[in-house]
């Protein structure tokens, strides 16, 4: 089983940061693609950005490019989320995931999500 622990959401003002990270834990044989993943109020969940097992393949979703950085550290089984020029487009919740690196991959395991909200 693998278990996947979100933090760093926030309440902010739009064009202020956050770091989200999520660290993963348990039994995984291999290396593993991550992502992630947000849902906002009303909508449906949709990706954000992944980044494959060896950091080759990253991908974002085109509104999030050019502010969102996602990155990870193999030595503590952790991705980041980087959000800068944050809008309220942006308040979500945002889960972790494995194992997509893009949009046309349905995540196998999911965290508990952290909550995200900008104020204007």
């Known amino acids: 089983q693998v278990e996947l622990v979100e933090s760093g959401g926030g309440l902010v003002k739009a064009g202020d940061s956050l770091r989200l990270s999520c660290t993963a834990s348990g039994r995984f044989g291999s290396r593993y693609n991550m992502g992630w993943f947000r849902q906002a109020p009303g909508n449906r969940r949709v990706f954000v950005a992944g980044?494959?097992?060896?950091?080759?393949?990253?991908n974002y979703r085109d509104s999030v490019k050019g502010r969102f950085i996602i990155s990870r550290d193999e030595d503590k089984n952790t991705v980041y989320l980087q959000m800068n020029s944050l809008n309220v487009d942006d308040t979500a919740i945002y889960y972790c995931?494995?194992?997509?690196?893009?949009?046309?991959?349905?995540?196998?395991?999911w965290g508990l999500g952290t909550r995200v909200t900008v104020s204007s």
């Open positions: 980044i494959s097992a060896n950091g080759a393949d990253i």
């Open positions: 995931e494995i194992p997509c690196a893009n949009d046309r991959c349905d995540p196998t395991y």
